[in-house]
C-alpha cells in the first residue's frame, strides 16, 4: 500500500497505457486497477466521477429489461382515462407554448371534496 501511494502516478501510467494491476494488502489481494474503454464512458461522466459527484454503475444498463417492467400488470379503466386526460393536457401544454397562448388547466386540478 505504501508503494502504492508514493508512486501512484507512474501505476496510473501503467494502466493507462493498458495494463491491468492487482493492488494487495499484506499480500492479500484488495482491489484491481485496469483500464476503462473509450467507448465505455464519456468525457464528462468520467469527469463527475474523478471530482466524487458520481459513481460509475456496476452493471450495464439492459433498455429491453428496464421498459418491461410493469408491462404485464393491468391497467384499470380509471387510470387509463386519468392518464389519456394527462397526456392530452400535455400535448395541449406544447401546442399552447407554441402558439404563445395560456392554456387553463383547471379542469386537471383534484376536486375539494376528495
Known amino acids: 500500500m505504501a508503494e502504492l501511494k508514493d508512486q501512484l502516478s507512474a501505476y496510473l501510467h501503467r494502466v ?8 494487495r494488502d499484506r499480500k492479500l489481494p484488495i482491489a484491481m486497477l485496469v483500464p476503462l474503454n473509450e467507448g465505455d464512458f464519456e468525457a464528462d461522466e468520467l469527469s463527475l466521477v474523478a471530482s466524487g459527484q458520481m459513481t460509475l454503475p456496476k452493471k ?3 433498455e429491453n429489461q428496464f421498459w418491461a417492467i410493469g408491462s404485464r400488470l393491468r391497467v384499470s379503466r380509471k387510470l387509463n382515462k386519468d392518464l389519456q386526460r394527462a397526456i392530452e393536457a400535455e400535448r395541449e401544454e406544447k401546442h399552447a407554448r407554441f402558439l404563445g397562448h395560456k392554456r387553463d388547466h383547471s379542469h386537471l386540478r383534484s376536486r375539494p371534496g376528495k
Open 16 to 23: 493507462r497505457a493498458g495494463e491491468e494491476l492487482l493492488i
Open 60 to 62: 450495464r444498463f439492459r
